[in-house]
């Protein structure tokens, strides 16, 4: 079993930025692929970023070239790099593993991302 908790949430203004964290407790060796989705009131839960446990990384394109997802393995930390905000990517921040062949069906609290001016 795998427990994640996200924090770095803020409110930031147009332009800026943020490192959103997750924390990893308990199997963090069954993980493959980390993963940072959004939700915001009245849209779908969406991926943004991932990367696998051999460092490959994917990005939707509406963050590609402002966000960067990283691991600290030896810290069981995964991080997301958020630069260039924009109001759009305001939403509530969820951080997911990939053990076995799906996606973590538990989500947590997430982390609040507001960015306006």
């Known amino acids: 079993q795998v427990q994640l908790v996200e924090s770095g949430g803020g409110l930031v203004q147009p332009g800026g930025s943020l490192r959103l964290s997750c924390a990893a407790s308990g199997s963090i060796f069954t993980i493959s692929a980390m993963g940072w989705y959004r939700q915001s009131p009245g849209k779908q839960r969406e991926l943004v970023a991932t990367?696998?446990?051999?460092?490959?990384?994917n990005y939707a394109d509406s963050v590609k070239g402002r966000f960067t997802i990283s691991r600290d393995n030896a810290k069981n930390r995964v991080y997301l790099q958020m630069n260039r905000l924009k109001p759009e990517d305001t939403a509530n921040y969820y951080c997911?593993?990939?053990?076995?062949?799906?996606?973590?069906?538990?989500w947590g609290q997430g982390t609040q991302v507001t960015v306006s001016s």
């Open positions: 990367i696998t446990n051999g460092g490959s990384t």
């Open positions: 997911n593993a990939l053990t076995g062949i799906t996606w973590r069906p538990v």
